[in-house]
């Protein structure tokens, strides 16, 4: 199994930035792909962000140039940079783990962008 803690969200002005956090409780190394998705109510959950194993990343059009995904190995943490939001990113924000091809998913975290 693997579990996963995200951390970093928040409220937020438009145009402004938050750096979610996803932890983990496997060796990213261990992990074949972790990923970031986001849920806004009323509509289905929405890839963002994959990073594979080996540091292959990408990204949806819809955020890129905006959002990056990257690691910190001797963290075990994953993360999501997010610039220039705008209202319509608010959202539950999810990390997800692709380990021994099973999914795991952790709570979410809440992200608010209002003026």
């Known amino acids: 199994q693997v579990q996963l803690v995200e951390s970093g969200g928040g409220l937020v002005q438009p145009g402004g930035s938050l750096r979610l956090s996803c932890a983990a409780s496997k060796r990213l190394f261990s992990i074949d792909a972790m990923g970031w998705y986001r849920q806004a109510p009323g509509k289905q959950r929405e890839l963002l962000a994959v990073?594979?194993?080996?540091?292959?990343?990408n990204s949806a059009d819809s955020v890129k140039g905006r959002f990056t995904i990257s690691r910190d190995n001797a963290k075990n943490t994953v993360y999501l940079q997010m610039n220039s939001l705008k209202s319509e990113d608010t959202a539950v924000y999810y990390c997800?783990?692709?380990?021994?091809?099973?999914?795991?998913w952790g709570q979410g975290t809440q992200v608010t962008v209002v003026s």
């Open positions: 997800n783990a692709n380990y021994l091809g099973r999914l795991y």
């Open positions: 990073i594979s194993s080996d540091g292959f990343t």
